[in-house]
């Protein structure tokens, strides 16, 4: 099921209220974009960089990435309007955010990949490791198609601790 777009910038400033903390495209990505139902992943840039301009979100650097967060107009407009999203796309939201929050504190020393749109049919592979909770490395790999950038994804994830050695050394060198 796909909102209208009204809907889907109101499923924006939901997801936004449920973090106390910025967040990251990256991690609204993951709540919002197909596997939930909700609007694709351009649709997700399109509308965040709409509500910026109008001033329903913020946007900052955060932990050296661009993150959002609602702004006081954001507050206001959510809480009048949530409800205009669907009751069960409101619970995928809840779901998904409760999940991340819950993974990002049980696993501070976490390894994560994601596979990230870049253009039509064009994905990049993305690994991030963290270091109790704050990132140590972030790198990011264009694949190509999704098969592709799938099976990068893999083998960054397989290979990380290795792939950070190599740096730290070439670093040090």
Do not use: W
Not at 23 to 45: A, C, H, P, Q, W
Not at 50 to 76: H, I, M, N, P, W
């Amino acid at each position: 099921m796909f909102l209208d777009r009204d809907e889907m910038k109101f499923a924006i400033l939901y997801t936004l209220k449920r973090y106390v903390e910025p967040v990251g495209m990256s991690r609204l990505s993951e709540v919002l974009t197909l596997d939930r139902d909700v609007m694709g992943y351009f649709e997700l840039s399109e509308l965040m960089d709409e509500l910026v301009e109008d001033g329903y979100a913020e946007s900052t650097f955060y932990r050296d990435d661009r993150c959002f967060s609602l702004s006081e107009k954001g507050k206001d407009t959510n809480d009048f309007f949530f409800e205009r999203i669907p009751k069960s796309i409101r619970q995928k939201i809840e779901k998904a955010v409760q999940t991340i929050k819950f993974q990002e504190q049980t696993d501070p020393n976490a390894i994560y990949t994601e596979i990230l749109p870049t253009a039509p049919q064009q994905y990049m592979a993305s690994l991030q490791m963290l270091d109790a909770g704050d990132p140590l490395l972030e790198l990011r790999i264009f694949a190509g198609s999704r098969a592709q950038a799938e099976k990068a994804a893999k083998n960054l994830n397989i290979h990380a601790r290795e792939i950070y050695e190599a740096l730290i050394k070439k670093i040090e060198e």
